[in-house]
């Protein structure tokens, strides 16, 4: 599982820079990221939706994954993010 997770995380990250994103921090096995647009989210979850859908993870079952996208007003604190969003 550690190589599955691993190269998970790899391909979170690669669409979160691809829509010109950035990970704030990671929980396990999800990662929270900040974008500029809401678009810019929307169209990081969709890559990274449909490259782990094709990746070849070796086994009979896809490894599945659930992603939600969070937008408004935010407080910049430490170096993390508050708000009711």
Not at 3 to 29: F, N, P, W
Not at 42 to 51: E, N
Request: net charge negative.
């Amino acid at each position: 599982m550690a190589l599955s997770l691993a190269r998970h995380d790899a391909i979170v990250s690669d669409a979160i820079a691809g829509a010109e994103g950035s990970v704030l921090k990671t929980t396990g096995d999800g990662a929270i990221a900040i974008f500029d647009s809401p678009s810019g989210a929307i169209a990081a979850s969709i890559a990274a939706q449909r490259t782990l859908a094709a990746e070849d993870w070796g086994s009979a079952e896809p490894i599945r994954v659930r992603m939600g996208v969070h937008a408004g007003e935010t407080e910049r604190r430490d170096g993390d993010y508050f708000g009711p969003v």
